[in-house]
């Protein structure tokens, strides 16, 4: 069989020049074994991100594999999540993915390990180039009227293309049917004085005073804020991609100085998308955050695909990704390094959870990367509305304080349901404590009173949230400090099954010492097994403990235990 291309094609360099190249025939003989699958994970008219499917997790097993487009090499990759940029809009690329037995020499090839794909860009309109708006790029002027001018010009089918420069910027808004692309070197650079940034009033009452509009928000509840650097207000069908950057610019003489007190309004988030639908984000690098770095809020159908996320590890409340009350969320080939949780689900506190009763659900997380923050994956703690059908597959857990994270506690609401959370095909090394889920956890100013912190069953009402399926399967936790796994249900309302199936846990030769769950009556300790308290129903089939001081084991108050 062969595929033949013959004709001329075009391509654009970083600084927008063209270049041509004839392309040439590949010949595929019968007898070379293809067994490498390619997918398509996201496309715009310039740049796309394929899957190399079943090489690994975040990284691929094997040192590199190199990409051919139309028969020419392109580069070289170890991921899994691959992004090829610079193409042309409405053209069809026919795309090889080879398995390279030295890394970066396209003439050393495993032909057995190979994969194929074809990819038919987008069409565009037309490029507005934020330079021909007026916008600098040099690191000083304020470029933010210039490139919000090419945002508000730009019509559908086509994109606004910011050029390699640093670009001075306050608060971009996003409109529907856009394509923002930042190309290589390319940095939207936050000021962060706090008079240039707009408010986003927490709470607006209606004109018959029987309804309201919510704005701004703060650790679930509705509170005036500052705009984000990148914002988006009820608009939909939206890409930010590329190879550049999104820098908030904070510090510790700035945005993260008294981080806990309330300056005008609270702290900006670098992405903030409120209310919006069909939202990706692609490619693009955003690093210090003000505090939340990626806010998704009350929308649906938002991906975010071969990030990199990227905060200090002592900087303050800076989440890499806090999805809360939305719907239809995808997490592909994200590299996480950040000051607090990498990942934190959310659906608010008490009065937005019962106002709106509208959960995070439908959400997966797969081929990412988590390292160096407090939680890899964290549920909570503001989850008045609940989190359902969540699954994080195929992920590496690095350095981080815990692995999943739970964080809940008397007060958040009968609404706050969690249910159908899976882990699955999770590596895991220098996790301190790999399994937590906290029901004391003591946030909010009543978090260490009796009502909160009380080992003793208290009467279920309105104000008590409850825990139902968790499950962990095929996991690995290296090298682990603290304990394998502290899981602390509520006395009158105990978790209602948790399932750990092929789960495999040691520690580290020098482990550390240290809290496991931030709880009342929670103290230091190393080298603990697994705490299993207040569960209906504990199923562990093939879970392995090596090197626990003590008993593997510690079971309080759990009903019935399923062990295989």
Same mark, same amino acid.
């Given at each position: 069989?062969?595929?033949?291309?013959?004709?001329?094609?075009?391509? %654009?360099?970083?600084?927008?020049?063209?270049?041509?190249?004839?392309?040439?025939?590949?010949?595929?003989?019968?007898?070379?074994?293809?067994?490498?699958?390619?997918?398509?994970?996201?496309?715009?008219?310039?740049?796309?991100?394929?899957?190399?499917?079943?090489?690994?997790?975040?990284?691929?097993?094997?040192?590199?594999?190199?990409?051919?487009?139309?028969?020419?090499?392109?580069?070289?990759?170890?991921?899994?999540?691959?992004?090829?940029?610079?193409? $042309?809009?409405?053209?069809?690329?026919?795309?090889?993915?080879?398995?390279?037995?030295?890394?970066?020499?396209?003439?050393?090839?495993?032909?057995?390990?190979?994969?194929?794909?074809?990819?038919?860009?987008?069409?565009?309109?037309?490029?507005?180039?934020?330079?021909?708006?007026?916008?600098?790029?040099?690191?000083?002027?304020?470029?933010?009227?210039?490139?919000?001018?090419?945002?508000?010009?730009?019509?559908?089918?086509?994109?606004?293309?910011?050029?390699?420069?640093?670009?001075?910027?306050?608060?971009?808004?996003?409109?529907?049917?856009?394509?923002?692309?930042?190309?290589?070197?390319?940095?939207?650079?936050?000021?962060?004085?706090?008079?240039?940034?707009?408010?986003?009033?927490?709470?607006?009452?209606?004109?018959?005073?029987?309804?309201?509009?919510?704005?701004?928000?703060?650790?679930?509840?509705?509170?005036?804020?500052?705009?984000?650097?990148? &914002?988006?207000?009820?608009?939909?069908?939206?890409?930010?991609?590329?190879?550049?950057?999104?820098?908030?610019?904070?510090?510790?003489?700035?945005?993260?100085?008294?981080?806990?007190?309330?300056?005008?309004?609270?702290?900006?988030?670098?992405?903030?998308?409120?209310?919006?639908?069909?939202?990706?984000?692609?490619?693009?690098?955003?690093?210090?955050?003000?505090?939340?770095? $990626?806010?998704?809020?009350?929308?649906?159908?938002?991906?975010?695909?071969? $990030?990199?996320?990227?905060?200090?590890?002592?900087? %303050?409340? &800076?989440?890499?990704?806090?999805?809360?009350?939305? &719907?239809?969320?995808?997490?592909?080939?994200?590299?996480?390094?950040?000051?607090?949780?990498?990942?934190?689900?959310?659906?608010?506190?008490?009065?937005?959870?019962?106002?709106?009763?509208?959960?995070?659900?439908?959400?997966?997380?797969?081929?990412?990367?988590?390292?160096?923050?407090?939680?890899?994956?964290?549920?909570?703690?503001?989850?008045?509305?609940?989190?359902?059908?969540?699954?994080?597959?195929?992920?590496?857990?690095?350095?981080?304080?815990?692995?999943?994270?739970?964080?809940?506690?008397?007060?958040?609401?009968?609404?706050?349901?969690?249910?159908?959370?899976?882990?699955?095909?999770?590596?895991?090394?220098?996790?301190?404590?790999?399994?937590?889920?906290?029901?004391?956890?003591?946030?909010?100013?009543?978090?260490?009173?009796?009502?909160?912190?009380?080992?003793?069953?208290?009467?279920?009402?309105?104000?008590?949230?409850?825990?139902?399926?968790?499950?962990?399967?095929?996991?690995?936790?290296?090298?682990?400090?603290?304990?394998?796994?502290?899981?602390?249900? $509520?006395?009158?309302?105990?978790?209602?099954?948790?399932?750990?199936?092929?789960? %495999?846990?040691?520690?580290?030769?020098?482990?550390?010492?240290?809290?496991?769950?931030?709880?009342?009556?929670?103290?230091?300790?190393?080298?603990?097994?697994?705490?299993?308290?207040?569960?209906?129903?504990? &199923?562990?089939?093939?879970?392995?403990?090596?090197?626990?001081?003590?008993?593997?084991?510690?079971?309080?108050?759990?009903?019935?235990?399923?062990?295989?």
């Amino acid at each position: 069989m062969q595929f033949a291309f013959g004709r001329k094609q075009i391509a %654009h360099t970083a600084d927008g020049n063209y270049i041509c190249f004839r392309l040439i025939f590949i010949t595929i003989r019968p007898e070379m074994r293809i067994n490498m699958e390619l997918e398509l994970v996201a496309k715009t008219s310039r740049n796309v991100c394929i899957e190399l499917k079943n090489t690994g997790i975040f990284y691929t097993d094997t040192s590199n594999y190199d990409i051919y487009i139309n028969g020419i090499y392109v580069q070289s990759t170890n991921k899994v999540i691959t992004s090829i940029y610079g193409l $042309l809009p409405d053209t069809e690329y026919n795309i090889e993915v080879v398995e390279s037995t030295e890394a970066g020499n396209q003439n050393t090839r495993n032909e057995e390990n190979k994969g194929y794909i074809t990819v038919h860009t987008d069409f565009e309109f037309v490029t507005l180039n934020v330079r021909d708006f007026g916008a600098y790029g040099d690191g000083e002027h304020d470029d933010t009227l210039a490139i919000q001018t090419a945002i508000m010009a730009c019509p559908e089918k086509a994109r606004v293309y910011v050029p390699a420069g640093v670009y001075k910027i306050t608060t971009l808004f996003l409109k529907s049917n856009l394509v923002l692309d930042l190309a290589k070197d390319a940095v939207l650079s936050a000021f962060t004085q706090r008079e240039k940034f707009g408010i986003l009033p927490g709470m607006i009452q209606s004109y018959d005073e029987k309804d309201e509009y919510n704005l701004g928000t703060w650790e679930g509840n509705p509170l005036d804020c500052f705009t984000g650097i990148i &914002t988006g207000l009820n608009v939909e069908n939206v890409v930010i991609t590329g190879e550049g950057t999104i820098d908030g610019c904070a510090g510790f003489d700035n945005w993260w100085k008294d981080c806990k007190i309330r300056k005008i309004a609270w702290r900006p988030r670098l992405v903030f998308i409120s209310h919006c639908k069909n939202v990706t984000l692609h490619g693009v690098t955003v690093t210090n955050s003000p505090s939340w770095t $990626l806010h998704p809020y009350f929308t649906e159908n938002i991906r975010f695909v071969d $990030l990199k996320v990227i905060n200090p590890a002592n900087s %303050h409340n &800076t989440d890499g990704l806090d999805p809360e009350s939305c &719907t239809g969320v995808e997490i592909v080939g994200v590299y996480f390094s950040v000051g607090d949780d990498c990942i934190a689900i959310k659906s608010g506190k008490i009065y937005m959870g019962r106002k709106h009763k509208i959960p995070t659900s439908d959400m997966i997380v797969r081929q990412s990367c988590m390292r160096d923050g407090h939680g890899a994956v964290t549920v909570g703690s503001e989850i008045a509305a609940g989190v359902n059908n969540v699954k994080i597959t195929d992920c590496l857990f690095l350095n981080t304080d815990r692995g999943l994270r739970v964080k809940t506690r008397r007060g958040r609401g009968k609404d706050s349901v969690l249910d159908n959370i899976t882990f699955e095909n999770i590596k895991m090394d220098n996790v301190m404590t790999p399994f937590v889920v906290n029901s004391f956890y003591f946030c909010d100013p009543d978090g260490k009173t009796e009502y909160v912190g009380s080992m003793t069953p208290l009467p279920v009402d309105d104000r008590t949230p409850r825990i139902d399926r968790l499950t962990f399967r095929n996991i690995e936790c290296h090298n682990c400090h603290v304990a394998g796994a502290y899981i602390y249900g $509520l006395p009158e309302q105990k978790i209602a099954e948790v399932t750990m199936e092929n789960v %495999h846990i040691d520690y580290a030769e020098d482990a550390k010492s240290g809290v496991a769950a931030m709880m009342l009556g929670c103290d230091a300790s190393s080298r603990r097994g697994i705490v299993a308290a207040n569960v209906k129903k504990l &199923t562990l089939i093939n879970v392995s403990i090596n090197g626990a001081d003590g008993e593997p084991y510690e079971l309080i108050n759990v009903d019935s235990v399923v062990s295989k």
